[in-house]
């Protein structure tokens, strides 16, 4: 499974961007889909995720009602809304792809990640 990522960019605090994920290879496999985002200094941590099967969502609390995260599922996409961008957002954001294949057993598929700088 190969993903990557467009939509990054230079935005001011207060503005809304959508991110996309395309993904091409055997993506019938995957259980999960998700974005991270990493900040300079800082570990890696999950933005948002969508379920393969049923569609359901979650996010991390400091994204929670201004971030939408969405699957088109025939043309092997995923999106990220992110409205009302705070400045302590600014990092690298990544694509993730899962494929759970046992108990403790994920095979994990990055993006190369996309820069986001928020300004003031």
């Known amino acids: 499974v190969q993903l990557v990522e467009s939509g990054g960019g230079l935005v001011q605090a207060g503005d809304s961007l959508r991110l996309s994920c395309a993904a091409s290879?055997?993506?019938?496999?995957?259980?999960?889909w998700g974005w991270y985002r990493q900040a300079p200094g800082k570990q890696r941590e999950l933005v948002a995720g969508i379920a393969s099967g049923d569609g359901s969502t979650n996010y991390a609390d400091s994204v929670k009602g201004r971030f939408t995260i969405s699957r088109d599922k025939a043309k092997n996409m995923v999106y990220l809304q992110m409205n009302n961008l705070k400045l302590g957002e600014k990092a690298v954001y990544y694509c993730?792809?899962?494929?759970?294949?046992?108990?403790?057993?994920?095979?994990?598929?990055w993006g190369q990640g996309t820069q986001i700088t928020v300004s003031s």
């Open positions: 290879g055997t993506t019938s496999s995957i259980n999960a």
């Open positions: 993730h792809a899962g494929d759970v294949r046992g108990v403790r057993r994920v095979v994990h598929y």
